[in-house]
């Protein structure tokens, strides 16, 4: 089963990307740091991509407590029965061609930033008809190919982040698009489990195929939040990082991979020594989860040093956000004190009126928020009409574009360690 559904993704994904001229070198782990070719350390300063091609709902609709127990999957299948497949299939094609363009890249260049990170959701760049072997998506591919090209014309390094894995790599709905009805970590658990793993092994080496010769990609940041089951044992972690990185070197031996740790990139105690010599670790950390970081600290960073002075390998703060600005300008000093590359956690989404500050802000239309309360199944939501669903899916085509978001350039320049 493996090797057919190998040639099958492989077939596709060898039509990608050659070689273009770019103005990023290809980086690597030496002695604790990201360098380039001529061997100088290259400090990460980044911004998540979100909710791009993943559509992560609290990111783009209002609806309380439900946009966390939600899967964009469920949130795009709700829309398809509101409005039709076909209508709603054109609303997301659009959402992809408007919520990143090119010009973008060039602003994040000019206000300091040198690389982005580009969540992806597997179902919506492998096609899965059932009965049959599953192949890249060209239309969800085609996307993340505009990205490699616009990050090796204007200096920006993509981050290839697989953001949800099959079967997900850990059980929140709003993070690994599990169904909110079965919180399970199929990436780990239950029959389809070894399945899910050989279909993410296959999907890493047919990325890294297409991608092996572009110098803008910075990494391959192999699973987002990986959170094994209780009971599961941890060693399930490295041994599916290894079978990747083995598939991934047999079709490029050049760039960097980069490894989260267990219980949402916090457990680093299975994943030392490293199993590549071209290796970088990543960490999260968010305030609202985790009260050590109620305000950026040497200490709770140690743990992190730590890892990075066993392995020789570097660091780098993949997530962080949803703060005040002060917060996350404390944070960015933290990690340039400690030569540790950072990316802000998100770069656009919706307004939430809850006093953290982002970049760039979606005032979404009205209609658009009766909407997703709707999609949401919030209380006291009322159906709209499909006219009127299509009237707020345009609307919201025109405010997710950057010229009609709300830019807050004191927030770049703190994000980006001016």
Request: glycine fraction near 6%; proline fraction near 6%; charged fraction near 20%.
């Amino acid at each position: 089963m493996i090797s057919k559904v190998a040639i099958a993704i492989l077939v596709i994904s060898t039509l990608g990307l050659s070689a273009q001229a770019s103005d990023n070198t290809l980086l690597h782990a030496a002695g604790g740091n990201v360098v380039d070719e001529s061997g100088s350390p290259v400090q990460l300063r980044c911004v998540n991509l979100s909710p791009w091609l993943d559509p992560v709902v609290y990111l783009l609709g209002k609806g309380g407590f439900r946009v966390l127990t939600t899967s964009s999957s469920e949130f795009k299948h709700r829309l398809d029965e509101l409005v039709g497949a076909s209508k709603a299939e054109e609303f997301w094609r659009q959402w992809t061609d408007h919520f990143v363009v090119e010009s973008d890249f060039r602003q994040l260049k000019d206000r300091g930033f040198n690389c982005v990170r580009l969540p992806l959701n597997y179902r919506f760049i492998v096609g899965d008809t059932p009965g049959s072997d599953p192949t890249l998506n060209a239309a969800g591919i085609a996307p993340v190919d505009r990205a490699v090209a616009w990050g090796a014309a204007h200096g920006i390094y993509v981050i290839l982040d697989l953001h949800v894995a099959p079967g997900g790599q850990n059980a929140l709905p709003a993070v690994a698009d599990v169904p909110s009805s079965d919180r399970v970590a199929r990436l780990w658990a239950g029959t389809t489990a070894v399945l899910n793993q050989k279909m993410t092994v296959v999907l890493w080496q047919a990325l890294a195929a297409r991608y092996a010769r572009a110098s803008s990609i910075g990494g391959y940041d192999l699973l987002n939040e990986p959170s094994l089951p209780s009971g599961t044992p941890k060693s399930q972690l490295p041994a599916l990082y290894k079978a990747i990185i083995a598939a991934i070197r047999i079709v490029d031996r050049s760039h960097m991979v980069i490894l989260e740790g267990n219980n949402f990139a916090h457990d680093f105690s299975v994943l030392s020594p490293p199993p590549d010599n071209n290796v970088m670790y990543e960490f999260h950390e968010y305030a609202i989860f985790n009260r050590e970081w109620n305000r950026p600290n040497q200490k709770a960073l140690t743990p992190f040093l730590q890892l990075r002075a066993d392995t020789q390998m570097p660091l780098w703060l993949g997530e962080f956000g949803e703060e005040s600005l002060r917060w996350q300008s404390e944070m960015v000093q933290l990690m340039k004190t400690n030569q540790i590359g950072w990316a802000i956690w998100p770069w656009k989404r919706i307004e939430l009126g809850n006093g953290h500050p982002i970049m760039q802000t979606i005032e979404p239309p009205a209609a658009w928020d009766e909407l997703t309360k709707y999609l949401l199944r919030t209380r006291f939501s009322h159906k709209p009409s499909s006219a009127q669903a299509e009237q707020a899916m345009a609307q919201m085509l025109q405010a997710i574009r950057s010229e009609h978001c709300k830019e807050n350039p004191a927030v770049a320049d703190v994000l980006s360690g001016h």
